[in-house]
């Protein structure tokens, strides 16, 4: 089978364990401790159990027939305290899911970030310190050394633009900063830890296919009048282009290159802009923008359309803008594309839950638009539904679910929604077309 199917989850997620066997604290560790930053007072500290549940949770992959997962690996866990001393515990925990997959005729595709700095990194600036991009390269370093033996599939970062959006200029993530500045020098930092990411895996791991995986929405601007359109032309910027344009146009996009240009350094774009084989594209529904003067860059969320339908949770549906982003990215990028993530989210209990006819639904569609965008040329190789698993969804804590596999927090038993019924099905079928 050409297409690759698979799902993706990530470490903070699902893992729990979180003061287990040497992991060291991240900055969603302290964020949750504080009051009022997650929904219910929600943490990472149990979540899915996935660490202890490993085994089972590849055997569920394998009943769906999955050929591919995507994970992250927990930073804190392999390097406490991000530099200096390794944790062997924590990297034997990712030797034992890599060899699981690989049994299991799965393939790893394993994501360096999914939002957990260490702690310890972070009470040293964070990605506001430019130091951050060597921090990164080492414990990339680190992982492509001792798993590069098995994973061919690297990914940098997950969604650049979502965690320093909401932890840097929104204020809603952590390090819960709003300052521009700090935003500014954020973003290059980010950029050249991706680009010294890359120049290392290369370096350790002959052969490896190596990608960043963005947060693509098309942008709309909520009405048409001009002070709605800059800014939704600045928000674009930040959210979709911020990252890719500079990792693989070697420049960044005209509004936010005049804003950044301090921060630039001789030989820095060069560091950044790396070749790459494949673009990761997570996919949702289109974002609207509005003017917000008060709000840091003067943008912010505006309201879609009131005929266009929205999930449970709030967020807009229309499968035509996947297509569209798909196109874009072709377009600009010229990389094969995969698509890392793409799911619903529903209330608990919503839908009969397990009879998910929405998410059902909503896949449906996105996959038959990701369908028709790649017979009009858009070069899609892949599709990753978010998520394996209900798991921690940040600041909505346990309020919002994602799984094709329902999860019983209390019990932690597992079991397969309609949707991932489909799914499985969906890929058998596939299999069975090309045999
Ligand atoms: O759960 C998140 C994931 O961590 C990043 N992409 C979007 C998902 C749904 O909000």
Known sequence: MDFLWGASTSAYQIEGAVAEDGRGPSVWDTFCREKGRVDNGDSGDVACDHYHRMEDDVGLMRELGLAAYRFSVSWPRVLPRGAGRVNPAGLDSYDRLIDRLLEAGIEPWLCLYHWDLPQ???????????DAAGWFADYATVCARRFGDRV??????????????????????????????THLKVIHTVNLAHGDAVGVIRAHVPGAKIGGVHSFQPMRPQSPSPEDREATALFDEHWNLAYPDPQILGRYPPRLARRIEPYVQAGDMARICRPLDWFGINFYAPVYGRAEPT????????APPDDLPRSDVGWPIDATAFPQALMTARDRYRLPIYVTENGLGRRPGADADLNDTARLDYMQTHIAAMMEAKRQGADVRGYFAWSLLDNFEWGAGYSSRFGLVHVDYTTQARTPRASARWYAERIRAERLLTL
Do not use: K
């Open 120 to 130: 310890a990194l972070d009470d040293l600036g964070g990605w506001a310190n430019r």
């Open 295 to 302: 709000s840091l860059w003067g943008f912010a969320f505006g």
């Open 152 to 181: 061919r599939h690297w990914a940098t970062f997950n969604e650049f633009s979502v965690f320093t959006l909401f932890g840097y200029a929104f204020g809603w993530a952590p390090p819960s900063i709003a300052d521009q500045e």
